[in-house]
């Protein structure tokens, strides 16, 4: 079907900080998977769980162009590949481990290229793609052209906003978060390679009573914000 050549490094962080939002439960086969899309120049990388997403771009070392392809990895063939191919630091731009990919209608053939012999073979069974899968690529761009907005109350959940710790970590880069007027979810970013995006909860009047109610206790709470900064007392000093 298709053949291609992508750096090991570049792949490997691509596909973890993707791979956090693949939606884990496998009564939800359409969701529960990797979507690897042959470019012309990249390769793209998507998952979601419905209520966050994550894209990430590998570069393709070779062939110049090759045959587009839609190839989807389930969530135990992706953690093989990481698992069986670890690369190692570069030491400059040009990446010294290579992986290279070898698509037929039945699998997926995963080969290190690195140096002048192959390396270890991985093959794996290839899934048939979901037409119900969404095409985020187009999601998250649609987002991009909404003008930035000041942000409102949001309210996410904290193990949604931890998904996007990979991507951090991965791209040694801090997370970029906006909101704009074209969609609720929130469009979070990292470095040149990865954006995602992490949908907000809407609250019923009940919840939202109390969130406004928590947020004027802070009134209360903290210094008059026209208030002199408190100084710890100098030595001998009492208070008055």
């Known amino acids: 079907m298709t053949e291609f050549t992508v750096g090991t490094t570049d792949f490997r962080a691509g596909l973890r900080a993707v791979l956090k939002h ?40 070779a062939p110049d162009n090759p045959d587009s392809e839609i190839i989807d990895l389930s969530l135990d063939d992706c ?37 002048m012999v192959d390396g270890k073979t991985l093959q794996v069974p290839r899934i048939a793609s979901s037409d119900q899968f969404p095409d985020l690529a187009l999601a998250l761009s649609r987002m991009r052209i909404g003008h930035v907005v000041q942000f409102e109350d949001l309210v996410v959940d904290g193990e949604r906003l931890a998904l996007f710790k990979e991507a951090s970590a991965v791209y040694r880069q801090p997370l970029v978060i906006s ?38 206790s802070w009134t209360y709470r903290l210094p008059d914000p026209t208030s002199e900064p408190m100084k710890p007392e100098a030595d001998g000093e009492t208070n008055a």
Do not use: M
């Open 22 to 61: 693949a939606h884990p439960i496998a009564d939800h086969p359409f969701l529960s998977r990797v979507r690897l899309h042959v470019g012309r120049e990249n390769l793209t990388l998507t998952a979601t769980d419905r209520f966050s997403s994550g894209l990430a771009i590998v570069s393709i070392i």
């Open 79 to 115: 953690r093989s590949i990481l698992s069986e191919f670890k690369g190692g630091r570069e030491k400059n731009d040009e990446p010294e481990y290579l992986l290279s990919f070898a698509t037929t209608r039945e699998f997926i053939a995963v080969t290190d290229t690195s140096g």
């Open 179 to 216: 909101s704009n007027s074209n969609a609720p979810p929130l469009l979070i970013r990292c470095a040149e390679s990865f954006p995602g995006s992490c949908s907000p909860h809407r609250p019923d009047e009940e919840k939202q009573a109390e969130i406004d109610r928590w947020n004027q």
